[in-house]
């Protein structure tokens, strides 16, 4: 079945870069996207990939997708402490409907001054 | 645009209780869906709504209803609230139903079931 896992916490100093990492187990047709969630916030969506892609870049963040290996990561250049929040990754399968996504069960961001 | 809205923000219930949670957006969205957010845990789909009139349930619909009378509202009623309720709900929307699309989420309800 479905699966998308990710670690819970990372620690970063500002200024530096964080990379939020997260595995997938299901089919090679899928969409795959990065979520934050701020304290007493609902989810904003960060950007996402289609898993025919490699890479997709937009301003600091980076998605890198190893296919092979059903990696995906979120690399945030320059983290602020701004970026300070919960990561979360979600797989929606081709075929399925937008709304039936697969959660991650999300990774903490902290960014140390 | 408001975009999602939900109200209330926090609720305290009663074991027994009934209360219902309510969530409207105002982008004319045909797809809208509840998920529930537990700790440690990524986000689990209860009850979704592919237009007026039209609901279907999720993953985890026990103890739950939903209604959809209108493209803005789609409330979220619990008829007797658990302990294991105890959770912050999301309301979702998205302009169309495929993969891909995105959905915009609420702000959350956080719920305590005492």
């Known amino acids: 079945g479905e699966d998308v896992e990710q670690s819970l916490f990372l620690s970063v100093r500002e200024g530096d870069s964080s990379v939020i990492n997260c595995t997938y187990t299901?089919?090679?047709?899928?969409?795959l996207y990065w979520y934050k969630q701020e304290p007493g916030a609902g989810l904003q969506l960060l950007t996402y990939i289609f898993s025919n892609m490699d890479m997709k870049q937009d301003q600091r963040l980076t998605v890198l997708l190893n296919k092979k290996d059903k990696h995906l990561s979120l690399r945030i250049a320059d983290t602020q402490t701004g970026d300070s929040a919960i990561y979360f990754c979600?797989?929606?399968?081709?075929?399925?409907?937008?709304?039936?996504?697969?959660f991650g069960s999300g990774t903490r961001l902290l960014v140390r001054p | 645009n408001a975009g999602v809205t939900q109200t209330p923000k926090f609720q305290v219930l009663k074991t027994g209780q009934s209360m219902t949670l309510q969530c409207a957006q105002d982008?004319?969205?045909?797809?809208m869906s509840w998920y529930r957010q537990d700790p440690g845990m990524g986000l689990r789909l209860i009850h979704y709504s592919v237009g007026a009139g039209i609901t279907d349930q999720g993953e985890v619909p026990n103890g739950y209803n939903v209604s959809r009378s209108t493209t803005e509202d789609f409330p979220l009623r619990l008829l007797s609230a658990a302990p294991s309720q105890t959770s912050v709900y999301f309301c979702a929307s998205s302009h169309a139903g495929g993969a891909g699309e995105t959905q915009y989420f609420g702000p959350g309800t956080r719920l305590l079931v005492l």
């Open positions: 979600a797989e929606n399968l081709v075929g399925d409907s937008s709304y039936k996504l697969i």
């Open positions: 982008m004319n969205h045909e797809y």
């Open positions: 299901d089919s090679s047709s899928t969409y």
